[in-house]
């Protein structure tokens, strides 16, 4: 089984602090007069609205705004559109040129290149910039979370489980954590522990969707069809209009067709 989790689209991201700081001692024409915040903080906010509505014309203001000085935030709402375009490699490639241009945020721009290499199909540019941001942060769980999900798609198993233990040795109570190491874990050939993983995952939430799809699937491969078909109702329940929902009632319908074939 493969970590397929996938990567939220980067526009999902929060608006990150150097916009409203990246300026960090504006000169008074920089300065909005109505609410003293500095222009390049309203410039950015206004970027990113037109990203979500528009956003090849966002792209079009922004990238004329990297050309007159924009200078990270410019190159980072370019980027943002680029994503929306699905012109994935541009778009990792804007997210570098922005963490050269702020190194205060470099760690979490190149965190943000990495998972556009992984949209643009290139894990191993994904793992280089991925690499990089934990080089400089090195017990940040989002990356090594996203680190582990490259080297899933890459199928370096060992790699991810490694990068899903530090995660856990960070933060012991992360259910989402366990799913993914018990997947990784499955695709090494060791059963046993990502069973194991599983119920410490349902040990900190109960009836969780991901871990049911997953412990389903375990179950039907040593024959348990009911336990299976239990696990897959329950996800079904729990979170009918989620991803994992939607794979368990998938599931359930492939289990039902195949019980109708053996008739």
Do not use: F
């Amino acid at each position: 089984m493969k970590i397929d989790h996938g990567v939220q689209s980067l526009c999902t991201i929060a608006a990150l602090a150097i916009w409203s700081g990246a300026a960090a001692a504006p000169a008074a024409t920089e300065v909005s007069p109505a609410h003293g915040i500095p222009r390049s903080a309203i410039r950015y906010d206004e970027c990113l609205d037109l990203v979500r509505h528009h956003a090849a014309e966002a792209y079009d203001e922004a990238t004329k705004w990297a050309g007159a000085g924009g200078g990270a935030a410019a190159l980072h709402c370019e980027a943002l559109a680029l994503t929306e375009l699905r012109r994935y490699p541009e778009a990792a490639q804007k997210l570098e040129d922005a963490a050269n241009a702020a190194p205060a945020m470099r760690a979490e721009l190149l965190d943000q290149a990495g998972n556009a290499w992984l949209l643009a199909g290139d894990a191993a540019k994904a793992e280089t910039a991925l690499s990089s941001a934990l080089t400089l942060a090195p017990k940040d769980e989002d990356v090594l979370s996203d680190r582990a999900r490259e080297r899933g798609t890459a199928r370096n198993w060992t790699g991810a489980v490694e990068d899903l233990t530090a995660v856990l040795a960070v933060d012991p109570d992360r259910a989402d954590i366990y799913v993914l190491r018990a997947s990784a874990l499955h695709a090494q050939g060791k059963p046993n522990e990502a069973r194991a993983d599983i119920s410490r995952a349902l040990g900190i939430y109960p009836n969780y969707p991901e871990a049911l799809v997953e412990r389903g699937a375990m179950r039907l491969e040593t024959g348990d069809r009911a336990g299976a078909r239990a696990d897959w109702q329950e996800a079904a329940r729990e979170a009918p209009g989620s991803s994992a929902g939607e794979t368990a009632r998938k599931r359930l319908d492939r289990l039902a067709a195949l019980g109708q074939r053996k008739k």
